[in-house]
C-alpha cells in the first residue's frame, strides 16, 4: 500500500508548538512516577500558571528515558506531533504544553491533563467486587445508583468505588465520541482499549497514548512499518495480514475494548492461545461470546465491529448514535456542555497562527 497516505506528521517534520504551550522546565515540580513505556516514563507533577485562573496544575508529563539513541527522541516527537494535530476534545487526554529547551539533548516533556483515577481496565479489575448489575433495568433508574463521587481526589479512593452498567454504558458512549473526534481529524488511534482509557472526576473517561497513532489522508489508512510492537488481540483482520491501519480498524478495536468493559477487565479471547491459529480462527468466523455484563443489543454491537468487510462495520458517529440512545438526554446534554471549554480552546490556540513557534 502506498504510504503516501500517510500525513506528513513524521519525526523528520517540523514540528509546531503554540506559543501559549511552550512550558520551561523550572516551572514544573516533579512527584512520583504513574507509568512507564518502551521510550518513556510518566510522571505526576505541579506545572505553574498554565491554565487561566490556576496558580498550580497537577499534570501528568510524559518523558523521554535518558539516551542518546536518536530513535526513541523521533518517537516522542511523532507522538507529539499528532497530540498537537489532534487539538482538544472532552474524551481525550488532552495536551497542555511542552518542555523543548533542551530538546538538542534528547530532552522532550509532553504535559498532559491528569486523570486521577487511572486507567478503565485497573479500575474495573481493581472494583469488581462493587459491580451492581442493573442491565435488566430501564433508564429511569439511572439515578438510584450511585455514580463516581465528583469529591474524589485521589486513585487510592477509587479502588473501593461502586460502578453499574450505567456507567460501563456511559464510558462505552464517550469512547465513541473522542473516537468519532479523531476520525474528524483523520486520525488513527492504532491502540485502543481499556487499559488506554483514563478515568477522572464526573464520570468522564479520555482515550489516551497515542505512541502508535497516525494521520492519515487520501486513501483513508496507513501501512505500518518499523519495530512497533502491536497489540495483537485488539487487532482487525486487514492489520493482522497487511499491517493496515485506519479508522475501521479503530472500530474493530473498539469492540473488542467493548467487550473487556462488559467483562469487567477478562483478558479478550480467555482460553484461546495466541499463535499462529489465531488469525485462522477469526478469518474462518470465529468471534467472542458474549460478555457476562453485555446486554443482547450492546452484543450486536460488538459483533457489527467485527464483520471481516471493513465497509459493513459501523463508523463511530453511529456507535456514538447507538449509545447515546441507551443514556437519558440530559445526561447526554451534561456532556456536551463539559466539551464547551475544550472547543473554545481549540478555536483560541489553534487558529492564531502568529502564535506558533517552529522546533
Not at 488513527?188 to 497514548?209: M, P, Q, T, Y
Not at 480498524?249 to 475494548?257: A, F, H, K, P, Q
Amino acid at each position: 500500500m502506498p504510504k503516501e497516505n500517510e500525513t506528513n506528521v513524521s519525526a523528520n517534520s517540523e514540528l509546531i508548538i503554540p506559543q501559549m504551550k511552550r512550558i520551561k522546565r523550572n516551572d514544573l515540580t516533579f512527584g512520583r512516577q504513574l507509568g512507564e513505556g518502551e521510550y518513556g516514563v510518566v510522571l505526576m507533577a505541579e506545572a505553574k500558571n498554565i491554565l487561566p485562573n490556576e496558580r498550580s496544575t497537577t499534570v501528568a508529563i510524559k518523558m523521554m528515558r535518558y539516551s542518546d539513541d536518536d530513535t526513541i527522541k523521533k518517537a516522542m516527537l511523532a507522538e507529539l506531533k499528532i497530540i498537537i494535530l489532534i487539538g482538544q476534545h472532552l474524551n481525550i487526554v488532552n495536551f497542555l504544553g511542552a518542555v523543548t529547551e533542551n530538546i538538542d539533548k534528547n530532552e522532550l516533556m509532553i504535559v498532559l491533563e491528569y486523570c486521577p483515577y487511572g486507567n478503565v481496565l485497573d479500575f474495573i479489575r481493581s472494583n469488581k467486587a462493587n459491580f451492581v448489575d442493573c442491565s435488566c433495568q430501564t433508564l429511569d433508574v439511572w439515578r438510584k445508583f450511585s455514580k463516581i463521587s465528583d469529591g474524589m481526589t485521589t486513585e487510592r479512593k477509587s479502588t473501593r468505588t461502586r460502578f453499574n452498567t450505567k456507567d460501563l454504558i456511559c464510558w462505552s458512549k464517550q469512547i465513541a465520541d473522542g473516537m468519532a473526534f479523531l476520525k474528524s481529524k483523520n486520525v488513527c488511534h492504532g491502540d485502543l482499549a481499556a487499559r488506554n482509557v483514563l478515568l477522572c472526576e464526573k464520570n468522564v473517561v479520555k482515550i489516551s497514548d497515542f505512541g502508535l497513532a497516525r494521520a492519515y489522508n487520501y486513501g483513508g489508512f496507513y501501512k505500518k512499518s518499523g519495530n512497533d510492537r502491536l497489540p495483537y488481540k485488539w487487532l482487525a483482520l486487514e492489520s493482522m495480514s497487511h499491517q493496515i491501519f485506519n479508522i475501521a480498524t479503530d472500530v474493530w478495536s473498539y469492540g473488542v475494548l467493548l467487550w473487556e468493559l462488559f467483562s469487567l477487565g477478562v483478558a479478550p479471547y480467555p482460553g484461546i492461545p495466541l499463535d499462529d491459529s489465531f488469525y485462522t480462527l477469526l478469518v474462518e468466523g470465529y468471534r467472542m461470546d458474549r460478555p457476562r455484563y453485555a446486554t443482547q443489543k450492546i452484543y450486536d454491537i460488538m459483533c457489527m465491529c467485527w464483520k471481516a468487510d471493513p465497509k459493513l462495520r459501523p463508523s463511530f458517529d453511529n456507535l456514538a448514535k447507538m449509545f447515546n440512545a441507551m443514556v437519558p438526554l440530559d445526561l447526554q446534554d451534561h456532556y456536551m456542555s463539559l466539551n464547551d471549554p475544550y472547543n473554545d480552546e481549540n478555536n483560541e490556540c489553534f487558529n492564531d497562527n502568529n502564535e506558533f513557534e517552529n522546533v
